[in-house]
């Protein structure tokens, strides 16, 4: 854009509005100059040139005779753009500070404005990066920018009126483009240099004129290319990954209209089915539909925030908003979100709302948080058996939360109302086990309760009683559970007569009770009357999805408990995720705990887990990725997935990754194209 300031000529001849044409004259000699500005107390009001003196002497004017001057003069402030004006033949510049700064005609102004274009146009040529050539139609070389002088490696002052054409090498007949065809993507050689560009045709009044040559070495374009290919090899690779993760991440510019959206659309969150039906829209349409909203709490505290947002129904997702600044001004509002929906069970819910006047009720529950197919499996086929009263034997590791699906069962059972009480069969001692389970009659042995006592079967009468740590029961009294079991009654230490029981019996352990049986450790028949339905509940390494749900529960558990407000950083759940958990969900909850209490930072991030999963880092032993037994074949392509998906998360880049493992980036882009389906 051209101001005034940028054409104007400092004002070097000023005469007073009475002096005489000839003082008048003198003044313009002495300044070398053809243009007076006429003054009149401390005011420009007018001009006179030397013509214009000139004429009025050639009228018969005197020379001593008061000047007469122009008035068709306009006052602008110097640092507008330069505008023209009807009836002003004179514009006069005044700065910031009132003064004037300078003077131009209307035609010296066009003038100059001509000419700073054609210097803009000439830079702009010049510093293309691309060489341009004008011929005549003849072929003739009439014009050349510095950057075609570059590249070709010959002057101007050599090529200029030269035959272009015979300079050149070119598969393409040249007559084509003087004939009106543009050529483009024409590769050619001029001495010896490689071109690559386009012809375009030049005309006057419809008459071709010529043409102009553009064009850029072939090898500058072709590495532009390879870089322009890498660029979207990339995108493609990081696609892959957004795909194939379980984050959504949604990119808002700083009023709040969202921009993007990638990864694992959360389409039961939005209540629509394609990411396109809320792109363009602000953020604050939604606001309405879930809370908190975020990107509000992002802006406002001008730093990365956490937040577990809730729809009106009950989606719940886990969300981390990191603020972009750019000079100091929010650019735009990255935010990675992730489902934690509890994929609770009817049931469950009923449980939730019921207040309960039975002993279970007065226990503390603990939720059933769970995201993987497995688990809803597992689930389906429990609550089919709890509609019966068979007993149910529950398999697996310690830790892997045996109780709370015992809890699940009894919930889902018709004995939901009645009690469900707990018996850890490992941590009561063998003296007393018996009496614990079945009670005693007063006076039965030194010390007992002279009204006696009823045992938890008896307590448990018409609800379920759940024997955790089945395998640690003494083998005396084995054969008393067998009777149990077997009889449906009970008879109290010291007594006599049998007390019948209505009990849904489930037990559980995390040992192998057959080969305890092989063993001699535990009774073959009690086995088989256990044995009637059992249930594998599998550890939390063969069910991932569920890891970052109960993360995200317990730390919201424990920042309750403590009055603290933490939260994980989506490198650290990465970590979280690949670990291989022994402890099971039990050892998930310590270690959530842990992190609460020893992370000194807001944020848990990915070194405090590190360093609490793993210690020191020279004693790290890497955790075995593939887990369960598997053809050969298979297995390796699962680890080569497997080591892709977590350098892809470590270092967000296949030129890197591939580094990293010590193949090519193609590969990589291989693999992740398999992922991504």
Known sequence: MIRWKDVLKPITAVVNHGHSIKAAIQCLTSQNTDIAFIENQGSLIGYVTTHCLLEQIDVGQSIEEPIRYKNDILKVPDTIPVEFFHNVSMVIGVDSQGG??????????????????????????????????????????????ETAESILGMPRSFLMSRNYKKLMTTEKDLHRVLEGETLVSVNSQINFKQLSGDFYPLSTDGKITGFVHMF??????????????????????????????????????????????????????????????????????????????????????????TSIQESHHRTRIWSVATPVYHEGKLEKVVILSRDITPTESVYANKERDRKEDS???????????????????????????????STILLEGESGVGKEVFAREIHTASPRQDHPFIRVNCGAIPEQLIESELFGYEKGAFTGADHKGKAGLFELAHTGTIFLDEIGDLPLNMQVKLLRVIQEREIVRIGGTSTIPVDVRIIAATNKDLKAMVADGKFREDLFYRLNVIPFQIPPLRERKEDIFPLAVYFLESFKRKYHINKSYTPDAISVLETYGWP????????????????????????????????????????????????????????????????????????????????VSPATISRRMKKIKK
């Open 100 to 145: 004037i700064s300078g003077y131009s005609t209307i035609q010296h102004a066009r003038n100059r404005i001509n000419e700073l274009e054609l210097i803009q146009l000439n830079e702009m040529i010049h510093g293309a990066g691309v060489g341009m050539v004008r011929v005549n139609n003849k072929f003739e070389i009439e014009f050349m920018n």
């Open 583 to 662: 402890g099971n969900v039990r050892e998930l909850e310590n270690i959530v705990e842990r992190l609460i209490v020893l992370s000194s930072e807001e944020w848990i991030d990915r070194d405090i887990v590190l360093k609490v999963l793993y210690g020191d880092s020279d004693k790290v032993k890497k955790p075995p990725l593939v887990l369960e037994l598997m053809p050969m074949k298979e297995a390796v392509a699962e680890l080569e997935m497997q080591l892709i998906e977590l350098g892809m998360k470590k270092y967000g880049t296949a030129a890197k990754v591939s580094e990293i493992l010590g």
């Open 359 to 389: 002993q279970a009720s007065k226990t503390e529950k603990r939720e059933l948080i769970y995201r993987s197919d497995k688990i809803a499996s597992l689930l389906e086929n429990l609550h089919r058996a709890a509609k019966m009263s």
């Open 216 to 305: 850029y070495l072939r090898e500058d374009f072709e590495e532009a290319v390879q870089e322009l290919d890498f660029v979207r090899h990339l995108y493609s690779d990081l696609q892959a990954v957004y795909d194939s993760s379980n984050e959504q991440i949604l990119v808002i510019d700083e009023k709040g209209i969202i921009l993007r959206v990638a990864g694992k659309f959360l389409n039961d969150f939005w209540e629509t089915g394609q990411a396109e039906n809320i792109i363009g829209k602000h953020i604050g349409e939604f606001s309405k539909e879930f809370q908190p909203n975020i990107f509000d709490l992002c802006v406002t505290q001008k730093k990365k925030v």
